[in-house]
Nanobody, 123 residues
Framework: QVQLVESGGGLVQAGGSLRVSCAAS????????MGWFRQAPGKEREFVAA????????YYADSVKGRFTISRDNAKTTVYLQMNSLKPEDTAVYYC????????????????WGQGAQVTVSS
């Protein structure tokens, strides 16, 4: 099992940028696919982005494609989500997650989760 801790959330105006980070500890030698999900008030948790173990493959939800970038630094066991051109509808708690499955967007495949980081975008 791997433990995940998010950081970097906050309040930003529409059109601005923010980066959230996810630090992994524990069994970090395993080859984990990492993902970001988000949950807005009153809505279900949804997929945002995922990155393969070596970082060569990424996948994004259509709603963030072209605005968000997922990356990872395996030496630092950290995953990042750079969010640009933020919109009020991006407001949510952002969760980092890990899975031993090959690149997947299925929330049920992710077995390890962080506590979440609040991102609020004002209009």
């Amino acid at each position: 099992q791997v433990q995940l801790v998010e950081s970097g959330g906050g309040l930003v105006q529409a059109g601005g940028s923010l980066r959230v980070s996810c630090a992994a500890s524990g069994r970090t030698r395993s080859s984990y696919t990492m993902g970001w999900f988000r949950q807005a008030p009153g809505k279900e948790r949804e997929f945002v982005a995922a990155i393969s173990w070596r970082g060569g493959s990424t996948y994004y939800a259509d709603s963030v494609k072209g605005r968000f970038t997922i990356s990872r630094d395996n030496a630092k066991t950290t995953v990042y989500l750079q969010m640009n051109s933020l919109k009020p509808e991006d407001t949510a708690v952002y969760y980092c997650a890990a899975t031993v499955r090959v690149l997947t967007t299925n929330i049920g495949d992710f077995g390890s989760w962080g506590q979440g980081a609040q991102v609020t975008v004002s209009s």
